[in-house]
């Protein structure tokens, strides 16, 4: 009994830690230049908060990540859990997608 409330406060915690990570914004972007994805980005950060938006282009397998800096919309560098983040999220697709960044 005494073991019982702290495994269902950590099972309560990893449950809800993982909510956080799966909010993301993707845009698909297939072929395109880094130039037409960083206007497709563009588009999208102007009508969200301060969230990065993933661009995706799953013909030439990969992914970049677009950040808005005051006016601007810059490319960011990706981590190494984001980019694990947007595979396991299109896994259905059976294609790995690397970082542009």
């Known amino acids: 009994m005494?073991?019982?409330?702290?495994?269902a406060l950590l099972l309560a915690s990893s449950a809800f830690?993982?909510?956080a990570f799966a909010n993301?914004?993707?845009?698909?972007c297939n072929d395109c230049s880094s130039a037409a994805a960083q206007q497709q980005a563009a588009k999208v950060l102007a009508k969200q908060d301060n969230k990065p938006v993933y661009v995706v282009d799953f013909v030439n397998y990969q992914?970049?990540?677009?950040?808005?800096e005051g006016e601007a919309v810059t490319a960011k560098?990706?981590?190494?859990?984001?980019?694990?983040l947007?595979?396991?999220h299109y896994?259905?697709?059976k294609?790995?997608?690397?970082?542009?960044n």
């Open 2 to 7: 005494n073991k019982m409330i702290p495994t």
């Open 17 to 19: 830690s993982g909510a």
């Open 24 to 28: 993301f914004t993707a845009i698909e």
């Open 63 to 68: 992914v970049s990540k677009y950040q808005q």
């Open 77 to 84: 560098a990706m981590t190494l859990s984001e980019n694990l």
């Open 86 to 88: 947007i595979n396991n």
């Open 91 to 93: 896994s259905y697709r």
């Open 95 to 100: 294609s790995t997608l690397r970082s542009a």
